[in-house]
């Protein structure tokens, strides 16, 4: 029967239809909006300073022209924002064309009716309808062109991480005294070894996630939580788990999206960092907050010196460059040592599930 239910679930999941790719970039993240504007503007810059005759006209020649920059570049930004959310029946090929339809068509229509008055006699840039609608359809094209480069970039070492993951995030030792702990609970509680192995079966189903799945921030707790449960099972009473969630409210939680297994990793850092050397017991803390549209996760540990290596660093720079993909500069990961805890926060700007 159990491998009935396997090729069963297997095959329901090569019948899934492909998912569309988004191609569009995400203009809302404050890194791609500057990244767009810096880029723009340099070139900008550069074509005014070559076709002017000398620094200073060049200099004016792009204080002229900035007014038309930075109206069409804002406005395409904004625009293609709002688009990025209800394009996903379209193919690649057409979100990639929206990205030069879409600051095409507002260059042409800022400079014929902001910059140009009613008579057309009069114009604020130098540049024709055509010649800006051109102009900027070739900006949107190349800068779609280069965002989606670099997030083709990111899977080489998306998977590398992957399979680090699969060493680092759940470690041999882990699994093998967790195990260990089942066995010696069958007998005197059976209950809890099940819901142990149920705890289990969890955590390694949702590893085998793509890394750039995403959860809800109340199902990464519950995980999380699965997680201490099983290792509370192994370290008894040497840990101690702290959870502060009155700052964040409950449709927060469920409403929320975060990378999946990005709590788990940090708590294993944790433990195997600053409770396991440990004799006495040892508190990790664990503080949920959102602070108007951000989510910030505080936690801190025990932090011995004399254990700390290379190997601690692991599970940072996977979460790191698992926020790089998803937020690009809009997450952010920290660590610091203070009175003698090793303390990590979490930023990431609050994105609601899709429905």
Known sequence: MPNVSQSSSSSSADARPPAIEIVIPDCCNIGIMVRTLLFVNAAVLTAALIGASSLESGLFGFIAASMLVELACLSSLFVLCGLRRVVRPMPAWGQRALCGLVPAVLTALIIRFLLTDASGAISLVSVSVLQGACCAALFGIALQHYFELRTRAFS?????????????????????????????LIRTEPRRAESTLEDLADLFRILMRDPRDVTTLGNEIRIAMQYLSVEKIRLGERLNVEWNLDEIPGDTLQKATVPALLLQPLLENAIHYGVEPSQERATIRIGVRRVRDRIEIAMTNPFHPQVVSTGNHMALNNIRERMALLYDVEGQLTTHVVDGLFRVHLSLPYRKAEA
């Open 156 to 184: 080489p070492a998306l998977a590398e991480a992957r399979l680090q993951a699969l060493q680092a995030r759940i470690r041999p030792h882990f699994l093998f005294n967790s195990l260990n702990a089942v066995l010696s």
